[in-house]
């Protein structure tokens, strides 16, 4: 070849290549924005969850691009998500990659946190998405979505107070009320749980095992899987280790529950019974002699002259004395209101603690009228358990003692009528205040944060009222019972229902030692020859 040809030849190539070079820094400069840019916008829309703006950064539409990100939160619960974005790398002029980590608050499981990457490349001028499924997570392809398998640790155990089981079907029907039962979950269930838990997994039903579900499930090992398409569970890209649940012990005493139940079991009537330890709140024994309604703690019975206690203390407050003077007619008439003792008796005048002691009607309304308007009453029963939430573990129901509207209501409401109405749990911790001196909440787990507070009785009103409420056993309407010597206790004989004759609820509560109770027979008649014999019952049976 001719020399000079082959000069004119490589001096064609040398411009052809200068050529191509220049035009592709043209298109490189004339490029709008940056790799860096595009995928700061899209890890920050990811963070923020707007898809919208997701999209938007797409070099084309994908389908199922929201799917994907929306199943992170129906598939494994993914809640805050918080994207941060790593280094962006070059891949020639029109392609980079961009490392991202994104760290998933999972409900119930806590927080994962992974890496991954973006693929961006130059379209239309725009640096762009180039999304696929790994942009999600790097384990995932076409079809693929990820998906928890969980397995659960042995449940824990409801105890009593000396740790044995109470939850294992053997204990009486009365504390499996109060434990409730093992049910499978059902998607209103794993929509209130997390999703930790599936449809048909064993949760608590009722009682103790539905207010600790979370403690005594404890925490499932959860293993996050890619699934693909055909539904089939590929490897596991991540395993949180669980915790095994925590027993749940109550302050439920075995030989008192024993005792309640003797006690209560051959009465024909239904019949409840609650002993509360006075110095510390704790149940001891709650037990009901018919299944179903739970009336021991959800019982709304008029507490009849039991709520004496309450009215006693807040006029000892207001400077009556055990030893003082009163009087109880045969019937009296407060505010229009005709009042008459029980079985239409009288005993003339008496001391206060006598009246107390003999139950008369026609000696408190008066004093109430007289004593404790503007709110006194009221106080009273507050710092003494009524109108106050229960926080017991189980759900219970409040005393209640609604405002009086009149000297008549207030009349009615000072021996336990009206509109006052209490389960034997509420009645149970009134004798056990007096007992102790402060009114305590009560409680079944000893564990479980109050949120009443303890109340001491002022000055020496729990003093008083032990001598009022003794008298009662030694030489008052609950004289015949048979109840051990050193027990203190008040009757409660609570009409209920309409018409010329009335049918009564018998009521007994009281002390003895560090235990207090109430026992209530519906329908039962009057308090002293019905229940406080099923409370000398109980007390005989007990260590």
């Known amino acids: 070849m001719p020399r000079g040809r082959t000069i004119a030849i490589i001096s064609v190539a040398v411009v052809l290549v200068a050529g191509a070079a220049a035009g592709g820094a043209y298109y490189v400069l004339h490029t709008r924005g940056s790799a860096q840019e595009t995928a700061a916008r899209f890890t920050a829309a990811w963070s923020k969850g707007d898809l919208a703006a997701m999209r938007a950064e797409l070099a084309t539409p994908v389908p199922g691009f929201d799917a994907a990100y929306t199943r992170l939160a129906t598939d494994i619960g993914a809640g805050r998500t918080t994207v941060r974005l790593g280094a962006v790398t070059p891949e020639g002029d029109v392609s980079a990659t961009a490392a991202y980590t994104t760290t998933l608050t999972l409900k119930d499981l806590g927080d994962w946190t992974y890496t991954g990457s973006l693929d961006l490349i130059v379209k239309d001028r725009h640096w762009k998405v180039a999304w696929t499924p790994r942009a999600v997570h790097p384990a995932l392809g076409d079809g693929a979505h990820l998906t928890l398998k969980t397995t659960w640790p042995e449940r824990a155990a409801v105890t009593d107070a000396t740790g044995a089981r109470i939850d294992d079907g053997s204990a009486g029907g009365s504390v499996q009320q109060l434990?409730?039962?093992?049910?499978?979950?059902?998607?209103?269930?794993?929509?209130?749980?997390?999703?930790?838990?599936?449809?048909?997994?064993?949760?608590?039903?009722?009682?103790?095992?539905?207010?600790?579900?979370?403690?005594?499930?404890?925490?499932?090992?959860?293993?996050?899987?890619?699934?693909?398409?055909?539904?089939?569970?590929?490897?596991?890209?991540?395993?949180?280790?669980?915790?095994?649940?925590?027993?749940?012990?109550?302050?439920?005493?075995?030989?008192?529950?024993?005792?309640?139940?003797?006690?209560?079991?051959?009465?024909?009537?239904?019949?409840?019974?609650?002993?509360?330890?006075?110095?510390?709140?704790?149940?001891?024994?709650?037990?009901?002699?018919?299944?179903?309604?739970?009336?021991?703690?959800?019982?709304?019975?008029?507490?009849?002259?039991?709520?004496?206690?309450?009215?006693?203390?807040?006029?000892?407050?207001?400077?009556?004395?055990?030893?003082?003077?009163?009087?109880?007619?045969?019937?009296?008439?407060?505010?229009?209101?005709?009042?008459?003792?029980?079985?239409?008796?009288?005993?003339?005048?008496?001391?206060?603690?006598?009246?107390?002691?003999?139950?008369?009607?026609?000696?408190?309304?008066?004093?109430?009228?007289?004593?404790?308007?503007?709110?006194?009453?009221?106080?009273?029963?507050?710092?003494?358990?009524?109108?106050?939430?229960?926080?017991?573990?189980?759900?219970?129901?409040?005393?209640?003692?609604?405002?009086?509207?009149?000297?008549?209501?207030?009349?009615?409401?000072?021996?336990?009528?009206?509109?006052?109405?209490?389960?034997?749990?509420?009645?149970?911790?009134?004798?056990?205040?007096?007992?102790?001196?402060?009114?305590?909440?009560?409680?079944?787990?000893?564990?479980?944060?109050q949120k009443a507070t303890p109340w001491p009785l002022p000055g020496d009103i729990a003093r008083d009222l032990r001598t009022m409420m003794s008298a009662v056993v030694t030489k008052g309407t609950a004289k015949a019972a048979g109840l051990p010597k050193g027990t203190a206790g008040k009757t409660g004989t609570a009409e209920f229902g309409t018409g010329p004759k009335l049918d009564s609820h018998a009521w007994f509560i009281g002390y003895h030692g560090d235990v207090a109770f109430a026992v209530v027979v519906e329908g039962g008649g009057g308090g002293g020859k019905v229940a406080a014999p099923i409370a000398a019952k109980f007390l005989r049976a007990l260590p």
Request: net charge positive; with cysteine.
């Open 179 to 449: 434990v409730g039962r093992l049910d499978k979950a059902t998607a209103k269930d794993v929509t209130r749980l997390g999703s930790a838990y599936k449809p048909g997994n064993a949760i608590g039903r009722g009682g103790l095992q539905e207010t600790f579900q979370k403690e005594l499930a404890g925490t499932p090992t959860t293993e996050i899987k890619v699934t693909g398409a055909d539904g089939k569970a590929g490897r596991t890209v991540k395993t949180i280790e669980g915790s095994p649940g925590a027993k749940v012990r109550t302050s439920l005493d075995p030989k008192a529950q024993a005792a309640a139940v003797t006690a209560v079991d051959k009465v024909d009537k239904p019949t409840s019974l609650v002993a509360i330890r006075p110095s510390s709140g704790e149940i001891l024994a709650v037990v009901n002699n018919r299944g179903g309604f739970n009336r021991a703690l959800d019982g709304r019975y008029p507490p009849g002259s039991t709520f004496k206690t309450i009215t006693a203390a807040a006029l000892l407050a207001e400077g009556l004395t055990p030893g003082q003077k009163v009087t109880c007619p045969k019937k009296v008439n407060v505010g229009g209101l005709p009042i008459r003792n029980s079985e239409h008796e009288s005993f003339g005048s008496l001391s206060f603690l006598d009246s107390y002691a003999h139950s008369c009607n026609t000696t408190f309304a008066p004093l109430a009228a007289r004593h404790l308007r503007d709110g006194k009453l009221e106080e009273f029963s507050a710092n003494l358990g009524f109108n106050r939430p229960l926080t017991i573990g189980v759900p219970a129901q409040r005393g209640s003692m609604p405002k009086p509207t009149s000297d008549a209501d207030l009349a009615a409401e000072s021996f336990g009528q009206g509109r006052i109405t209490a389960s034997p749990l509420v009645m149970a911790t009134v004798a056990a205040a007096v007992a102790d001196g402060t009114w305590r909440p009560p409680t079944l787990v000893p564990d479980l944060k």
